[in-house]
């Protein structure tokens, strides 16, 4: 049984990073076949694929997100990270982190669909990230 837990703060100033942690248990981030993605919902929107880091380190992004955000893990804590940079109200939503089973199908590149976000097997709960002054 894996699971995740998001943290960090709930509230960013306009222009500031949006930084968060995702704590895994019960699953190494270096297992084979497995990569870990950030997530978010914005209020009343669709899920969103932000970006994900494989077993090896690889990173991948969003293009919609690709020139301000940064996805790091730290296999000593178990944990990997998000910053989302120059941040503003229009990122304000319900951020998740979750794991998805390795497959070639896959599109890094283009984004990930929602048929591709379903393929996630374990979420965290998310956490409520507003960005306001």
């Known amino acids: 049984q894996v699971q995740l837990q998001e943290s960090g703060p709930g509230l960013v100033k306009p222009s500031k990073t949006l930084s968060l942690i995702c704590a895994v248990f019960?699953?190494?981030?270096?297992?084979?076949?497995?990569?870990w993605s950030w997530i978010r919902r914005p209020p009343g929107k669709d899920l969103e694929w932000l970006g994900s880091?494989?077993?090896?380190?690889?990173?991948y992004y969003s293009p919609s997100v690709k020139s301000r955000i940064s996805v790091w893990r730290d296999t000593s804590k178990n944990q990997f990270t998000l910053h989302l940079f120059s941040v503003t109200p229009e990122d304000t939503a319900i951020y998740y982190c979750a794991r998805v089973p390795s497959d070639g199908a896959l599109t890094w590149n283009s984004g990930l669909g929602s048929e591709q976000l379903r393929l996630h097997d374990y979420w965290g709960q998310g956490i409520q990230v507003t960005v306001s002054s």
């Open positions: 880091i494989s077993y090896s380190g690889d990173v």
């Open positions: 019960g699953g190494d981030l270096t297992t084979n076949d497995y990569y």
